[in-house]
């Protein structure tokens, strides 16, 4: 088999790299271990950039998350009892952020792959890639049985953080740059209406929370818990008490309680790898980095890397010139380095720290006062929160 490009990893880069291509009047074939079933209904984040969703829109595939995404003009900060709301419609001239869950984009863009018959492989086992810094890097694989060889131009590597991708790189040729939480989320989705028309991020003294949604009657909470808090300890009454303590404000507002439909706990860190690319290789999306989550910019940054990658490799294909593809990692890396500034800020500014003593409590505080009392200050949040420009 012999394609253009080849993708591993059907997530929000691998699709979306595809898709971009396919626009383009490039081949691909991508490669996914899991089966298509299982892509499309793990729970995960759920809020898109203004970037990402006109990003969506201009690639024909924005229709349904126009229709059932929900438009948010910004979010709420709560501490010492209080919710502040910032207007980032306001702030920013019109942009705004869109709550969407994570698997519809992916169902989305499966979508978009089948409509335009190209091809995707669920449930591939064994993958590995080869020859990454020569002329025709190749990506072995067995499908329903079959080993496979497929021989590309690029390799597309965007299988998240766990892939085979980035560790096919030559370990001399990369640089990590990590930072590790003493903390984790403890997420959930509930039965109920939410009681908020936008975001709630709380600052409390026994940790953070996050009041989201997903729907109309869907509500999406997490509570700050230990890295590795065990779930078993955590009763649906148990989780509902620690929520209404950190979340209820002086004027009463509270999440809405319901059924438990679905928990999880997912620890937190930032990374970044350096450099972006080896040879033909290049890494996309959590292969490349990851961002705490209280930022909401994992997919986002996603999709900002493929479309960076999608127009160097159209730039290549129609004049054989490689500058853009040569500068690939420079130019993701400069933006992807200010959102894991972003991510890092929000998250330090919103956690209870094990090492922190009441004068950084105090510190916290001072901080999210002068945030939510200074235009200057939440315009910086706001822009950052809907998205920086791609380049
Ligand atoms: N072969 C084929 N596919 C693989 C392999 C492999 N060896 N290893 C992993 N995969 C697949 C995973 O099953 C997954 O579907 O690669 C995909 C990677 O997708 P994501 O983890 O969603 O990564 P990405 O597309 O970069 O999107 C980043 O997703 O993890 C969230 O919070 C993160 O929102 C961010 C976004
Ligand atoms: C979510 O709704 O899953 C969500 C929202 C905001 C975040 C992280 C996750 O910062």
Redesign the pocket.
Known sequence: MRTQVGIVGAGPAGLMLAHLLHLQGIESVVLEARSRDYIEGRV????LEQTTVDLMVQAGVGERLQRQGLVHRG?YLSFSGRRHHIDMTELTGGRSLT?Y??HEVIKDLVQARLDAGGPILFDVEDVSIHEIDGARPKIRFRHQGQPQELECDFLGGCDGYHGICRTAVPEKALTAYERHYPFG?L?ILAEAAPSSEE?V?TYHERGFA?F???SPMVT?L?LQCAPDEDLAGWSDDRIWEEMMTRCTTRDGWAPKQGPVIQRGVTDMRSFVIESMQYGRLFLAGDAAHIVP?????GLNLAVADVAVLARAMAEFYRTGRRDLLDRYSETCLRRVWKVQRFSWW?TSMLHRFTSDNDFDQRRQIAELDYLTGSRAAMTSLAENYVGLPLD
């Not at 995960?44 to 809020?47: I, S």
């Open positions: 995960r984040a759920g809020v979010i709550v869950a994570q989320w997420g975001l991020y996050l989201s949604m997903r999406r997490y989550p209280t930022g909401a910019k929000m």
